[in-house]
């Protein structure tokens, strides 16, 4: 069973500050998936990301998949509090599995005005 | 372009009673999972159709769980009898398909909240 886990769970902080969250697992995925929720909402894909050391830009959002492609990470810069929502990352298998995604727990990000 | 249609969105049945939930995917879409949702979690894989087809049930748990999609649209996902453990938000997504395979762009809809009590 693939398992990732993102931390951290929860950030707090004011608007304007930068953050990171991180998504680890032991596993090799095929391709990695960031998803942004808010409440009574469903995910909304934010990026995919392909290639082991592969970094996307989204605004103010910067992406980055692990040279091993076990591990990605999730920067903002300057946030604002529209960022706030839960940020889920998920891992695809690839082959015909492809869809089946493993997601992490989640972090909620809350940012203050 | 419309998203993905769910319904009910909030449910609340007691527990030994049955529920179903109702999915409407994207026009075009191939490929429909179901995920469960439990609070504080992330979304867990249920199922996955491809058109009318399963492809994937590996984590349905079959004793108490079904899910349909007799026309190769609309799915249906049941729930006879209902748990404590099964409160949680089942969220339908659909994904365009290209050679048989999902794209792997999921497009969630907004989720059906199950409180069993």
């Known amino acids: 069973t693939q398992l990732l886990e993102q931390s951290p769970q929860f950030l707090s902080i004011q608007e304007g500050e930068n953050l990171t969250v991180y998504c680890n697992s032991s596993?090799?995925?095929?391709?990695l998936q960031w998803y942004r929720q808010e409440p009574g909402e469903g995910p909304v894909l934010l990026v995919t990301?392909?290639?082991?050391?592969e970094v996307k830009k989204l605004k103010r959002l910067t992406f980055q998949f692990g040279d091993a492609r076990k591990d990605s990470s999730l920067h903002i810069t300057a946030a604002q509090p529209g960022d706030t929502g839960l940020y889920l990352c998920a891992g695809a298998p690839g082959g015909t599995s492809y869809g089946k995604l493993t997601f992490g727990q989640g972090t909620i990000l809350t940012v203050h005005p | 372009e419309a998203g993905v249609a769910q319904s009910p969105r909030y449910k609340i049945i007691e527990k030994r009673q049955s529920v179903a939930f109702w999915c409407n995917p994207i026009?075009?879409?191939?490929?429909l999972y179901w995920y469960q949702q439990i609070l504080g979690q992330g979304p867990k894989l249920l199922i996955q159709f491809q058109n009318n087809g399963v492809v994937d049930d590996s984590q349905l748990p079959k004793d108490r769980f079904s899910a349909e999609r007799l026309k190769g649209v609309d799915s249906t996902l049941k729930i006879q009898p209902a748990k404590l453990e099964d409160s949680a938000v089942y969220l339908c997504?659909?994904?365009?398909?290209?050679?048989?395979?999902?794209?792997?762009?999921?497009?969630f809809g907004e989720g059906s909240r199950l409180t069993v009590l």
């Open positions: 026009s075009g879409h191939a490929t």
């Open positions: 990301v392909v290639t082991g050391g």
């Open positions: 596993s090799v995925f095929s391709s």
């Open positions: 997504a659909s994904s365009f398909s290209r050679g048989g395979l999902s794209t792997g762009e999921l497009f």
